[in-house]
């Protein structure tokens, strides 16, 4: 652990403009800046994460750490920077997780088998419900930061995984393939190293995109039911 | 005779790519295991590119700076994707989108090209349903559709204001399939740092993993540029604050010739700066013209008392405002093109009727919205004499439904409800049009080298309509480069696998490796972004919304004198053989010196003004389009095609003639 002091902060500053004050000091000092991740600062790409006083992505609710602001701070307080924490997330560098585990879970089966070649149905052929369309883009918002598991005692990746087989489980286009994909993307989820889910539900709340706990439950039954056809 | 062939088929314009295709060379699929490709960029165009290129049988392998594929910074775009699907009945047709698209890029743009985008258009959005990307629908199950900026159709599908992280997280599903299979080996934290050529021809790659810092060199049998746009050449703008020039600019300097670098989109609605600490800026999307209305106060009085905290937006009544493009454009309204709005705004704001502190804000209101859809709620659910409490209420339910995540996404920055006060919004700078310059098959001028997506030129001419990049993008990666470049790997099927212990590779990695030892052993007193602060500054001012002479001679000269100075005196700490920010950072940076003085220099060769790109030397002096832009189509319907030359000051231009069989050049009136 390394304390800092940074000056200069206005409230209307996002944290990671203070990192980058905080960087620029540092820099200025001829010390080695902190490294972190982040890129598109407009809370969609899912790169930054951030442990920020206990709590992923900050205190603010529904918000990454790039639109997390410093008006949530008050002038002289002390904040505590970690990493995200999971066996599944090694640590790089500094704040700098490896969330690859995430993108294998997603190899395993977070697809539909369609070829990409233009000669698909017209997108029309195959009306949807709204509410199943409404609902599947609900879960389809995740953007994988991987904040579910980093607030999570157990380290565990259900809502995330939960969210990617539901998106594909509620449109018919994901229906046919809906068996093998929750298998295999849970079994890849438990050969990372990830915890298992025991109803906490730190990850809803922490989830910046408000991804639902319903996702967790729609994906035990998928998997219940895929099992008991075997 | 130039040397640039765009090998547009012959033909007529409608039939073009259907025949183009069917005489096409293809390779057989037991020869596509033998042929390797690179692609570099994993948005919308490169991953589309190398999903469909796996599935085809080459053997590819993706580079991205970002940990993950699905990170690229296609995910930010939030409005909508355009296609001639014609669902909603009104009108639309694949040759109304090719004209609105040649149009609205101000007649700039190749019209082979834009022709046979339309005529793919339709196939996005059938593919992208398959693929299980969530596009919002009506009530009926069927895809429902809005409106952008510079049409008067509705053909925009649209994931909330999430369209692109939809469309590119359903590029990357299919690239999980390749993954899967083999036929993808993604290369994330890595960085392009430069290509190979062998023989004159693309061979491969110098990439950095930016975790251990190690140089790799990587062989192919040709090179896929995807790597986006140059809009952070701005430091400022909308792009991601890793999203650089550094592909398409080694590329250049290696060859290929970069295409009109003064086109870029400055878009209209932007969240604006609150101070010297900003890092980039917030777009909100242009599907928010759909019902917001922009305004500033008719009174200077008003602007005053307002900027000093005095009145509020919502104290001034209908009288006292200034809808100022609704006004000036009765025909579109709040729905003129990009350029042309953003435009209108800088005029407001430089005549002083700015409504923020900085005196650059000006309105973006929902109220007329908010009542229109309430009055309408109440009808469908037979509420009679509603109370303006009740309407507000239902109206904003709507809004709410339509907008919800760019309105929370406003007040978490803004910290202002934009429910109750309108928005406040100012351009900033969003797309580049301009381009590493490639051919009807997306090549570059370097025979192997491709270049797709933003990192083109050809397509939206001097400007870019709404809507349109998801388009081009997932058009070139799904539906153009998987079969033009069969045309060259058919001659490739006898190479073999390409070495890479050869003098080529031991050169190219050579100058990379010094190119890092004088960074990291150079001990300087400035850090990279009091550069970038810099240049985006001079560009702003000089190259911005309205550009003159002087300013841009100017603007050449102070970014050479940066350059030098940046060479003496950048500081980068840390070491080379590690995670190392302030590193990576430090060569994009050094690319973005030289690309600025370039564009600097085609903005002044431009003696027009045309699109984003406004000379203050070239508006109508009369008539009903007094003030607004003048094209010169006599002399300059051409693209400028910039060969490098050792630096920026020396590029030889190389034009391509524009013609246009199809449309009528004309004045683009939006009134």
Redesign the interface.
């Given at each position: 652990m390394v304390d800092y002091k940074v000056t200069d902060i206005?409230e209307?500053?996002?944290f990671?403009?203070m990192m980058?004050?905080l960087n620029?000091q540092l820099?200025?000092k001829?010390?080695?800046?902190v490294?972190f991740?982040?890129?598109?600062?407009?809370?969609?790409?899912?790169?930054c994460s951030m442990y920020i006083n206990g709590e992923a992505h900050g205190p603010?609710r529904?918000?990454t750490t790039c639109?997390l602001?410093m008006?949530m701070f008050k002038d002289g307080d002390t904040i505590t920077i970690e990493p995200f924490r999971a066996k599944a997330f090694p640590v790089?560098?500094d704040l700098?997780v490896?969330?690859?585990s995430?993108?294998r879970i997603?190899?395993?089966g977070?697809?539909?088998?369609?070829?990409?070649?233009?000669n698909?149905?017209?997108?029309?052929a195959?009306?949807?419900?709204?509410y199943a369309?409404?609902e599947?883009?609900d879960a389809?918002?995740c953007?994988?930061c991987g904040a579910c598991v980093a607030s999570c005692k157990n380290a565990s990746a259900m809502l995330f995984v939960g969210a990617k087989v539901s998106?594909?489980a509620l449109?018919p286009?994901?229906r046919i393939e809906a068996v093998d994909r929750v298998k295999n993307m849970v079994a890849q989820m438990d050969l990372e190293g990830f915890g298992n889910c025991t109803n906490t539900g730190a990850c809803e709340i922490e989830c910046p995109k408000g991804i639902s706990l319903e996702n967790i439950a729609r994906m035990n039954r998928e998997y219940l039911s895929a099992h008991i056809k075997d | 005779m130039s040397v640039l062939d765009s090998k547009v088929p012959k033909g007529p314009l409608k039939t073009k790519w259907t025949d183009y295709k069917d005489h096409i060379n293809l390779v057989n699929p037991a020869n596509k295991r033998n042929i390797d490709i690179i692609v570099v960029g994993t948005g919308l165009a490169g991953g589309s590119a190398a999903a469909t290129l796996a599935e085809l049988g080459y053997n590819v392998k993706t580079f991205c700076y970002q940990d993950s594929p699905r990170r690229a910074h296609s995910i930010a775009a939030q409005g909508g994707i355009n296609a001639a699907k014609n669902y909603q009945g009104d009108g639309d047709s694949v040759y109304r989108l090719f004209y609105d698209t040649v149009k609205g890029g101000d007649y700039r743009s190749r019209e082979a090209n834009v022709y046979r985008l339309a005529e793919v258009s339709a196939n996005i959005i059938d593919q992208c349903v398959a693929q299980g990307v969530p596009f919002a629908r009506d009530y009926g199950g069927l895809l429902d559709n809005r409106s952008f900026g510079g049409v008067l159709v509705s053909r925009t599908f649209y994931a909330k204001g999430q369209t692109g992280q939809q469309l590119l997280l359903g590029a990357y599903s299919a690239m999980n399939r390749q993954i899967a299979r083999g036929k993808i080996v993604p290369y994330n934290r890595h960085e392009m740092l430069d290509v190979v050529k062998v023989d004159g021809k693309a061979r491969g790659i110098i990439a950095r993993n930016l975790v251990t810092g190690e140089l790799e060199r990587h062989s192919a049998h040709a090179v896929v540029i995807a790597s986006g746009g140059y809009g952070n050449l701005y430091f400022l703008s909308t792009n991601a604050m890793g999203s650089n020039a550094t592909a398409a600019w080694k590329i250049h300097k290696k060859g290929a010739f970069f295409a009109n670098p003064c086109y870029t989109q400055i878009h209209p609605t932007c969240i604006p700066r609150s101070g010297d600490y900003q890092s980039k800026l917030t777009l909100m999307s242009e599907s928010l013209r759909n019902d917001g209305r922009i305004w500033v106060p008719k009174n200077i009085e008003d602007v005053k008392a307002i900027r000093e905290g005095r009145k509020k937006p919502t104290d001034l009544s209908e009288d006292e405002r200034d809808y100022y493009l609704e006004r000036r454009y009765p025909a579109f309204g709040n729905l003129v093109p990009r350029d042309v709005a953003s435009r209108a705004a800088k005029e407001r704001c430089d005549a002083g009727y700015g409504v923020n502190a900085t005196g650059e804000a000006v309105y973006l209101d929902f109220a007329s919205a908010i009542e229109r859809y309430g009055k309408e709620q109440a009808k469908i659910h037979n509420i009679q004499n509603p109370s303006a409490a009740k309407i507000y209420e239902l109206g904003k339910a709507i809004i709410e439904a339509k907008y919800g995540n760019l309105f929370q996404m406003y007040e978490k920055i803004v910290d202002e409800n934009p429910y109750e006060t309108p928005m406040m919004i100012y351009p900033a700078v969003h797309y580049t049009m301009g381009g590493i310059w490639v051919d009807y098959n997306l090549m570059t001028t370097i025979p192997g080298c491709y270049a797709i997506g933003e990192a083109n030129f050809s397509d939206h001419g001097a400007n870019r309509l709404g809507a349109s990049a998801l388009m081009q993008g997932l058009a070139d990666g799904y539906f153009v480069l998987p079969y033009t470049i069969g045309d060259y790997l058919s001659n490739e099927i006898r190479t073999g696998k390409i070495p890479t212990d050869t003098p080529e590779f031991d050169e190219a990695e050579k100058s990379v490796q010094d190119k890092i030892d004088f960074f990291i052993s150079n001990n300087g007193k400035h850090s990279v972004d009091y550069y970038h602060k810099k240049l985006g500054k001079i560009m702003w001012d000089k190259c911005g919304m309205s550009r003159n002479e002087k300013g841009l001679k100017e603007a050449a000269s102070e970014i050479r004198e940066l350059r030098e100075d940046f060479y003496k005196n950048v500081s980068v700490p840390g070491s080379a053989n590690e995670l190392n920010s302030e590193l990576e950072k430090a060569g994009r940076v050094a690319d973005f010196l030289e690309l600025g003085e370039l564009f600097a220099k085609d903005a002044l060769l431009r003696e027009e003004s045309c699109g984003g790109h406004f000379r203050e030397e070239s508006v109508e002096l009369e008539g009903e389009q007094k003030g607004e832009a003048k094209r010169n189509d006599a002399e300059f319907a051409y693209v400028a095609a910039w060969e490098y030359k050792g630096d920026p000051s020396e590029a030889v231009l190389h034009k391509e003639q524009l013609e246009f069989n199809e449309i009528e050049l004309k004045q683009r009136s939006y009134k």
């Open positions: 206005s209307h500053m996002s990671l403009e980058d004050v620029e820099i200025n001829g010390e080695e800046p490294a991740d982040h890129d598109c600062r407009e809370g969609i790409c899912g790169m603010d529904g918000v639109q602001h008006r790089i560098k700098v490896d969330r690859s995430f993108d997603q190899h395993a977070g697809y539909i088998s369609v070829n990409t070649s233009g698909t149905q017209d997108a029309n195959i009306p949807i419900s709204k369309a409404d599947a883009m389809a918002t953007i994988g998106q594909y449109l286009q994901g | -």
